[in-house]
């Protein structure tokens, strides 16, 4: 269970980090968040970043994602994939909302992210 765990967050680290850098209005600024001088190397700042950004994402998304699955289930006429990319959306605004580090400024990114996250999410 945990590498398939450590596998998606590696994944959604990996979707965060393409997301900020190839989506215009999607920021991820380099905040220290962990106190790591117990290690034998240094971890940079954005690398601690993209990494806390995934475990919240997944955090959110195994919390919210089938409380708002039950919700789109009584809804026949939105189809799976549609509902997919809508959830993704939304989880990616609820994600945001508690990582400060994470700025999405306006709607298109806030869907171009959503959609990036989802194809990678769905593939696991």
């Known amino acids: ?12 680290a990996g979707a965060l980090w393409a ?16 106190p790591l ?11 601690q ?3 806390a950004g995934a475990i919240i994402l997944a955090v959110v998304n195994a919390i919210a994602h089938p409380i708002l699955k039950v919700i789109g ?5 939105v ?5 997919m990319i809508v959830l993704n959306i939304v989880l990616l605004y609820i994600g945001a909302g508690y990582f400060p580090a994470l700025e999405i400024a306006g709607f298109r990114p806030l869907l171009w992210s959503g959609f ?7 593939l696991l």
Do not use: Q, S, W
């Open 73 to 77: 289930a009584a809804l026949p006429l």
């Open 1 to 12: 269970m945990f590498p398939n765990v450590a596998i998606k967050i590696v994944a959604n």
């Open 116 to 122: 990036l996250l989802g194809v990678v999410n769905t």
């Open 19 to 34: 997301a900020a850098r190839y989506i215009p209005g999607f920021e991820i600024f380099p905040v220290e968040l962990f």
């Open 37 to 47: 001088d117990f290690l034998p190397f240094a971890i940079p700042p954005l690398v």
């Open 49 to 51: 970043t993209y990494i």
């Open 79 to 83: 189809t799976g994939a549609m509902l």
